[in-house]
């Protein structure tokens, strides 16, 4: 009964998030003030329920990264509105796609010139269940956005990172996955290029690369954190089945019929994307530990056989360093 209560609790929104133990709000999250983040997507869903919780809470700065300059706007505007326009001022939007790794790199560099400090890093950015493509470098456009342009961005600003972190600074960066990360192909090896190419349908090319999300924070915990920089955290979260444009609009890309089921009759039982927000708030401001696949409200779970998989992640990271450093030369990914 209790492992009922808490899956409903952990995906669906209302009265039924309440069910759940380990209760944690978005009020729990503490003072930012002196702090500095950074959160990708988050100018709409649920990135802006993280970005308008953290400068609620008094963040210094905060950096923005999306690709919609209209949607960036619109969201600078109602932070101005609701929390005023000093607040509003601390943003700092910008533009990147996350499947452009060089660009990234221009961009952790004009963030690292910018601030001497980084407390927050949340990858949240994502493109959600659509039809499997590939980006201009020839790579698989989910595992291009969701997890390899997020562990660029990370590595460029892993000096800053680790610098805040030997101040004595708890560091903490959360990657945004999913419990579609189940929908994985159960024969994921994550060891060439052509086996993260594979086309496998919408659902689990997205599930793919939210696999990918939970692998790295747990790769990063062995490899990082465990190995001599304890305060910088890295943990995966999932945020719940959460109203947003993934789960409005983007999922009749694939599925223009079938899409009604998740855009239209789960709607009423949704999340909204500041109850979203919890699990990733938790993870980027409050935990203690790293590597975690965070479910909501602030519950660490196992997640799939594949998601606890060393060898899967070790096989990843390797995979990400070589596709990487193929198609830019010139970008290491120093993790
Ligand atoms: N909604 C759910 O039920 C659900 C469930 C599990 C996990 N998630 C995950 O939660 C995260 C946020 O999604 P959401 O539901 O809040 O959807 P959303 O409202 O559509 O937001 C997606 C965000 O990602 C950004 N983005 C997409 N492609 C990008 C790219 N190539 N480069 C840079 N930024 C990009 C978008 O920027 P623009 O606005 O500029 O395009 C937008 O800010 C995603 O990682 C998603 O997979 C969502």
Known sequence: ??????????????????????????????????????????????GYGVAY??????????????????????????????????????????????SDWNHIKSVAESIANDTDRLDILVNNSGRGVMTPERTSY??????????????????????????TAEKGNVVRISNQASTS???????????SLDDINRDVGANAQYGRSKLANILYARYFDRNVTQKGHPNLLMNATHPGVVSTKQSKTDIHEPFPIAG????????????????????????????TAGGQYICPPATPEKGSELAQSDKLADNLMELTRKVVSEKTPGIEVAI
């Open 138 to 163: 020839g790579v698989d456009r989910h595992m291009a956005v969701n997890h390899i342009g997020h562990v660029v961005l990370t590595s460029q600003l892993l000096p800053l990172l680790k610098k």
């Open 53 to 98: 919780t953290f400068l609620k809470h008094n963040i210094s700065k905060l950096y923005l990264i999306s690709v919609n300059e209209e949607v960036a706007e619109r969201a600078k505007k109602s932070i101005a509105s609701e929390l005023g326009e000093e607040v509003a001022s601390r943003i700092r939007w910008i533009k990147c796609d996350l």
């Open 260 to 287: 009604y089921a998740v855009s239209t009759l789960l709607e009423p039982f949704k999340k909204s994307n500041f109850e979203g927000a919890i699990p990733t708030v938790f993870a980027a401001t409050t935990t």
């Open 181 to 191: 990360h189940n929908s994985a192909p159960e024969d994921t090896k994550f060891d």
């Open 1 to 46: 009964m209790e492992t009922i209560k808490n899956t409903l609790a952990q995906n669906f929104g209302g009265n039924l998030s309440k069910l759940g133990t380990n209760q944690f709000s978005l009020d729990d999250c503490p003072h930012l003030t002196g702090k500095v983040g950074v959160v990708t997507g988050g100018t709409r869903g649920i």
